[in-house]
């Protein structure tokens, strides 16, 4: 503190200035595994969709869209990335549908 007894930016506790990114939980190595392992599963699916290896409809491409989408939602959600883990879930929602009576 200043002489006056008046506090100073500089006398104030470090978590007060933290970004809401420094504040969010840490998650542990598995999950942070699990989040890359879902979005690289994620973005195979969609390469193979596009380069036509798989078919849009097909067992094999929605359920590689909901695995990955689900560990993305697992990550989102411990590190509280509320947004990317509602679009997630959307995915899940949306796919699972095919799973059962859409797949071909």
């Known amino acids: 503190m200043n002489a006056d007894a008046t506090p100073t930016h500089a006398d104030a506790p470090a ?3 933290a970004t809401p990114a420094a504040t969010a939980p840490k998650p542990r190595p ?3 595994w699990i989040g890359w392992l879902g ?3 994620l973005l ?3 390469a193979a969709r596009s380069f036509e290896w798989l078919e849009p ?3 094999e491409y929605v359920g590689i869209n909901v695995v990955g989408a ?3 939602a697992v990550i989102c959600a411990a590190k509280r990335a509320w947004p990317a ?3 997630e879930i959307a995915w899940v929602v ?3 549908p095919a799973l059962w009576g859409g797949a071909a």
């Open 85 to 87: 883990f509602a679009l």
């Open 15 to 17: 978590a007060e200035h």
């Open 94 to 96: 949306l796919s699972v």
């Open 44 to 46: 195979g699916a969609y």
């Open 57 to 59: 409809r097909s067992l």
């Open 70 to 72: 689900l560990m993305v």
């Open 39 to 41: 979005m690289a599963l």
């Open 30 to 32: 598995l999950l942070e």
